[in-house]
Structures are given as structure tokens and as C-alpha cells.
């Protein structure tokens, strides 16, 4: 609120308070495609659309209050900036879902950060296959974050990516089901990451043959299906000996599932204790590759 003076002879006769409104943030959420032939089809998937307008770059729109697979068609080659302009939709997939791989290779660049105005409660196939992207808007799913529960599959053989997710918000995650399977040069930290609801996911890293960082801060209380979670990555015996040190110490879910295969722990020390404890105590079953 603005308060307006008026005065006459400089003296204050009077005033009024007016509300001044910060400029609107922008909602807006854009992409760019390349395409190379004529016609060209581009596919997304949209589950729990309200009146998504969504601009294609090429003088035309459509506005999207159906869920399913939308396919727009390039007529000529070239690079189009896709724009979801107003609207919701509580899942957006450039990666196609379970039935469909959608067109994620013509996907170039995510060009701004994804806002929480839209909506998204899922980010499920959400870069899929996108091995073409260049370029990351800073930050892009920080905002987007808040209200999502399900991370499946969202980079899976997304071999190119690596930014930084250490900024999201995961509050409200349960499904991080093969989140970077076959990210191959993903390595992120992901320590401020809060994993308190995360129940289910299993091949989370699998294949991320990059990965070594520190998962020692999670909290894995409710972590129910780890199956495969972290096979074939680079991690360190100094990082899987802190991450089972802290994990055995929580009061963890019964008979879980667990890989680290390729890694191996230091033997005669706390690290194999704790894995003693979560074996033997609360029933998990754990593949690596043993002590060193």
C-alpha cells in the first residue's frame, strides 16, 4: 500500500492511501522444438487438463480440457517455441507415458523455469528420451515441485542430463520409480532432498553410471521398494559406507528390496554393522558387491 500527500504552500492538507500491486510473475512455461521434415508431428501428454492454452510457435494454438495424447503438426521445418500459456494440467510429458514415447528428440531446449501456477502434481515421463536438449532454464523444476508425488521415469534414458535438482522440493513425493535410469551422466547432489513420504522406488539410479554423491541425510522411514536403486553407478565405498551407516540407524520398512550392485563397503566397520543390522534385523534383502 502507497500512501499519496497532497499539499498547498508546503503543508500537508491532506492524504490517501492507495494499493500499489506488484507486477504479476510470469506464468508462463515454454519449450522449443526443432523439427527437420515436412510435416513434422510433435506429441505431448496431458493428464488433468483445465483450459491449457498452449501456443505452437507456428501462428497456431489449441486450448486442451482433455486428458491423452495431443499431437500438433509442423508444416515446415524448423525451431518453434512451444508456450503453455494459461490454464493447468496436473501432469505435462514430453516422453510419451506407458503406451507412447511421444517425439522427446525434437525437444531442444527447456527455455523457462516450469511455474507452480501451472499445476503439476505429477512429472511422470516428463523428459523421457529427451536426448537433444541443449539447454536448461535455471532452476527449472524448483517452483513446479511443491505438489508433486510422482518422479517415475521422469529422465529415463535421458543419457544428456545434468542439472542440478538439489533445489526441488519433495515434500510430497511417494514414486521416484527409475527416476534417472540410464541418465548416464547424471551426477547431482540431492542431499537437501526431503524423502520422508517417499515409499517406492525402486531402479531410482540405475544405469546413472556417473553417479557418486551423498545420500547419507535421507530420510528412508517410509521407503517400502528400493529394488535395483542404485546399480551400476559410480559410488564411492566412502559414500554407500555413510548412506548405510545412516539408513541402518532409521526406523526403517520391513523386507525392502535394495542394489548397490557394483559397490562394495569397508568391511569390520560401522558401514558393515549397519548393513548387518538392516538385513538381519529388519529382513532387507541388499545386492552389491560386497566388502573391501
Not at 521434415?37 to 492454452?53: D, E, H, R, W
Request: one cysteine or more; glycine letters at 8%.
Amino acid at each position: 500500500m502507497a500512501t499519496t500527500f497532497y499539499k498547498h504552500d508546503n503543508k500537508v492538507i491532506g492524504f490517501q492511501n492507495k494499493v500499489v500491486s506488484a507486477p504479476a510473475a510470469p506464468s508462463d512455461f515454454s519449450v522449443e522444438v526443432t523439427t527437420a521434415t515436412t510435416p513434422q508431428n510433435f506429441q505431448i501428454v496431458l493428464a488433468g487438463a483445465s483450459s491449457l492454452k498452449v501456443t505452437w510457435g507456428d501462428t497456431n494454438e489449441d486450448t486442451y480440457t482433455t486428458d491423452g495424447l495431443k499431437t500438433h503438426s509442423y508444416a515446415t521445418p524448423g525451431t518453434y517455441t512451444i508456450t503453455f500459456v494459461s490454464g493447468t494440467a496436473t501432469l505435462i510429458s514430453f516422453g510419451g507415458d506407458s503406451g507412447n514415447n511421444g517425439t522427446p528428440a525434437l525437444l531442444t531446449k527447456v527455455k523457462t523455469a516450469i511455474p507452480a501456477s501451472l499445476g503439476l502434481t505429477s512429472s511422470a515421463y516428463m523428459f523421457r528420451y529427451c536426448v537433444n536438449v541443449t539447454s536448461w532454464a535455471a532452476n527449472f523444476f524448483d517452483a513446479a515441485s511443491a505438489n508433486v508425488t510422482n518422479i517415475d521415469l521422469m529422465f529415463i534414458y535421458n543419457t544428456t542430463f545434468n542439472e542440478p535438482v538439489n533445489g526441488w522440493n519433495t515434500a510430497k513425493v511417494t514414486r521416484a520409480w527409475g527416476t534417472f535410469y540410464d541418465a548416464e551422466s547424471f551426477n547431482q547432489p540431492m542431499s537437501n532432498w526431503n524423502t520422508g513420504l517417499l515409499d517406492y522406488a525402486p531402479y531410482f539410479l540405475s544405469n546413472a553410471y556417473d553417479f557418486n554423491q551423498d545420500l547419507s541425510a535421507w530420510n528412508v522411514t517410509s521407503l517400502a521398494t528400493a529394488d535395483g536403486f542404485m546399480e551400476y553407478c559410480a559410488f564411492t565405498t566412502a559414500n554407500y559406507d555413510a548412506l548405510l551407516i545412516s539408513w541402518g540407524a532409521q526406523a526403517v520398512q520391513s523386507s525392502v528390496g535394495f542394489a548397490a550392485t557394483g559397490t562394495k563397503y569397508t568391511a569390520g566397520g560401522a558401514a558393515a554393522t549397519a548393513r548387518a543390522h538392516l538385513v538381519d534385523i529388519h529382513g532387507w534383502t541388499i545386492s552389491d558387491a560386497g566388502p573391501v
